[in-house]
């Protein structure tokens, strides 16, 4: 089998300017030519062995980056965005890889143009009062903005993972993170109190006074609690990394802020370092690590698709959570599944009939379009109002890992690894299955034969060219 040639020239491109040296005094480090560096970086040639190992040697880069990062990404968002009725015709993935390789920025700026496309449109069709309204420019939902951040960057944050490392093990591996919290909290002369209020968690800075949710889970309390102490003593860190996101409005920064002291929370719940060293040795048992660390099964699960710390990865997770509707309210990947970036996940995957079986894991073997086969896992994690009569919040989660990683996953054991699997997709409107009896809408980009005289599973045939 020939090996796939690496092309990476982004990714050169970003680490010369990061570590400040000319092409010239770059080409030097690398022991290559000149001309030969700007071919590389441009994607005109791969990048070879030797170079490999002399980023590696010179400038301590992870090599896994190389093969990593947005690229996949947003081929599959262009994908999808191109398959919009507006497009007559898709270009070949082939000329998708090369613009994202080469023009990243470009490609984000097309995937910001559709999106804008999009919300002009459905604000149109619900007769939305703030269309166009004072001339103001159509810009990407604060919501929308925020999940991309997350999910261009991993869904890992280096210097708050570290942060939130170095805050739950100061005091010694015996403090429990909560003691530390509330001594925390005492210093800065912080009252905390349980209440009954539907409030998660409400601080007033006039009084000084924290109130959590008597309502909720131990578990929620403490990651509660954790979110606080990391906006009243993280503030700076947590805005220095909002300036560098440069989100386009106040709402979304203010959004974002959100999600990363909610990342402080969990990884200090969890810190890197034993959490990783506790999930290979549990095998990734989601309910043994939640006893383990005291978290939720939820917890657990997001935190195992946060471990891309480079030179010190975890197993490759996706994660999703969707409600009831199959709408995606939580989705990272840090393999190749890639979600919809507009509607919900494809009807074959187990993630939907968590639902139905309540307090139960069901694991599916599965397999996308592009023949990557993963072991899929999903639960409801419905989340009680805390009281008689209150309104129960459902979800369900789905996690999985491509089957290469499945040994060290012990939902797979058992599974038949070489048996049958599930064909999932991404969206119907980008995948290519012809035989699939879920499909709810032809793929846009394949002609389709539309016979009066037969009817099928589906009304019309979809032709492979």
Partial sequence: MATQKLYAGAKLRELRGRVRLTQKAFALKLGVSLPYLNQMENNNRPISAGVVLALASE????????????????????REALADPVFTAQPPVADLRLAASNAP???RAFLDL???????????????????????????????????????????????????????????PDIAIETTALATLARLNINVSLSNTTDLRHFDPQTNHLALSGRVTATTRRFQLLHQVALLTQNDLLEATLDLAQFHSPAARSIAKIGLANYFA??????????????????????????????SIEQVAHRLSTLQRPGAKGV?????????????????SATKFQFARFGGACPLWNVHQAFELPGRFLRQLAETPDGVRYVCLARDVSKS???????????????????????????????????????????????ERPDCHQRSVPPLEKRLSVDPDRRGVIPYDINPA
Wanted: glycine content about 8%; charged content about 25%; hydrophobic content about 40%.
């Fill in 385 to 431: 109002g805390g009281a008689f009569g209150a309104p129960v919040r459902r979800y369900a989660i789905g996690l999985g890992v491509e089957i290469a990683h499945a040994d060290r996953l012990v939902y797979a054991d058992g599974l038949d690894l070489r048996g049958r699997f599930e064909p999932i997709g991404i969206s119907c409107r980008i995948c």
């Fill in 59 to 78: 400038f301590g880069l992870d090599v896994t980056e190389l093969t990593t990062g947005d690229a996949e990404r947003i081929v599959t968002d262009m």
């Fill in 105 to 107: 920025a470009l490609a």
């Fill in 316 to 332: 490759p997770f996706f994660f999703v959570r969707v409600d009831q509707a199959g709408t995606v309210t939580k989705r990272h």
């Fill in 266 to 295: 969990g990884a200090a719940l969890m810190p890197y370092t034993a959490f990783l060293a506790a999930a290979d040795a549990q095998r990734h048992d989601l309910e043994r690590l939640a006893d383990i660390f005291d978290t």
């Fill in 114 to 172: 559709h999106r804008a496309y999009r919300q002009s449109h459905e604000r149109l069709a619900s007769l939305d009062e703030a269309l166009g309204r004072d001339g103001t420019p159509l810009a990407p939902s604060p919501w929308e903005e925020v999940r991309d951040f997350f999910h261009y960057c991993d869904n890992y944050i280096d210097a708050i993972d570290h942060a939130a490392e170095h805050y739950a093990t100061a005091q010694g």
